[in-house]
């Protein structure tokens, strides 16, 4: 018989109300996969808020350990590209959704769904990215591979002092961009300043119904928010610029018009982290290790412990987590 280890167990009744609790469990309690991770750390992202307070269906079977991402030391491997002590990365493919996740001692996974943890970056900071910040650095790729380089304006960041707004503010500010926080805790700006914001704006200014066209205020945007806000960033957009759309911290709607796109040749760009492929992801971590300022992750970040993520998942979704929470296991 393995050592067993704590997890978190979401599970739900015959009247579909969900219960959480801290369990023990052993190697045998896991799920099938082909490489077994000792979890050294995890994180709390907006998702794990929502599938540990049962607010959005992110748990779609039980009973699940949930935690989307995870960072570690492979135990056990079958699969080709893995053996033990290697260092991994797992973001997304389900995991914490259909598949025992990252809230427990060890983790069992398809080894296609790891990705090496770069040269340099311990798991600690893995985690302080998590996939908040991975997928910050697939919306500044994509702004990138639409020709939205620093020359060509600013660039907007909504949901700034989230998650994924703190990391997307970070890494354009090291790659030269001017930006445009914005947030609905404005005491929060000393703090977007020090990361590399250049001007805050209230995040009221975005939440109205947006006017098909309005002033062209920035080249590009990042946004985390989604519904009037993501209307308004579109209709902000100078003519040829494109926004990255990643989150729906604000609503799952998109009530726009498409004004932007055939009057402005704005373009939308969705920006999927859960089933992005191996390479993509490869690119976005090797790009991470380089263009992210390991002295803003620290400042972005906070450390807690495996008994504090229940609390922090009900926190982040009522918006009061700041930047990026690390859990050490
Ligand atoms: N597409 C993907 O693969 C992917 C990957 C990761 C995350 N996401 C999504 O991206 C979003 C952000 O994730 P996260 O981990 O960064 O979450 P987070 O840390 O909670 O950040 C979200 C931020 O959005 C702002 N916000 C919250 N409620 C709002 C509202 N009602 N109206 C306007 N703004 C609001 C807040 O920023 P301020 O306080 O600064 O206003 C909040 O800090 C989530 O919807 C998440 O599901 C998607």
């Given at each position: 018989m393995s050592e067993s280890f704590k997890a978190i167990l979401v599970s739900r009744d015959e009247n579909k109300v969900q219960k959480v609790e801290e369990v023990e469990l052993t190697d045998s309690d896991l799920m099938e996969g082909d490489v077994t991770v000792a979890v050294e750390a995890t994180t709390v992202n907006y998702k794990d808020g929502l599938a540990i307070t049962g607010k959005?269906?992110?748990?779609?079977?039980?009973p699940l350990i949930p935690g989307i991402d995870f960072a570690g030391t492979v135990?056990?491997?079958?699969?080709?590209d893995w053996k033990e002590g290697d260092k991994v990365i797992l973001n997304g493919w389900g995991v914490g959704e259909t598949h025992h996740g990252a809230y427990a001692g060890r983790a069992r996974v398809n080894g296609d769904w790891l990705v090496k943890q770069p040269d340099g970056i311990s798991a600690r900071n893995a985690m302080a990215v998590g996939t908040a910040g991975y997928t910050a650095m697939l919306c500044v790729m994509a702004l990138e591979r639409h020709?939205?380089?620093?020359?060509?304006g600013p660039v907007v960041v909504t949901g700034a002092a989230g998650g994924v707004g703190s990391v997307a503010i970070a890494i354009l500010a090291k790659l030269g961009y001017q930006i445009v926080a914005s947030t609905?805790?404005?005491?929060?700006s000393a703090y977007l300043k020090s990361l590399g914001a250049s001007d805050i704006i209230d995040r009221e200014e975005l939440s109205q119904p947006a006017k098909a066209l309005n002033k062209e205020r920035w080249a590009g945007g990042i946004d985390s928010v989604g519904s009037h806000t993501l209307a308004n960033v579109l209709s902000m957009t100078s003519y040829g610029g494109a926004v990255s759309a990643c989150g729906?911290?604000?609503?799952?709607d998109l009530p726009t018009s498409v004004a932007p796109f055939i009057l402005r040749g704005v373009s939308l760009l969705g920006i999927d982290?859960?089933?992005?492929?191996r390479e993509i992801r490869e690119e976005a971590w090797r790009r991470i290790s380089t263009d992210l300022d390991t002295g803003k992750l620290a400042e972005l970040s906070t450390t807690i412990s495996f008994s504090g993520i229940q609390e922090a998942a009900r926190d982040i979704v009522e918006g009061k987590i700041r930047g990026r929470v690390v859990v050490e296991m």
């Open positions: 959005a269906p992110v748990v779609r079977k039980w135990t056990s491997s079958s699969h080709p020709g939205i380089v620093p020359a060509r609905g805790r404005t005491s929060e729906l911290a604000g609503g799952m982290s859960v089933m992005a492929p």
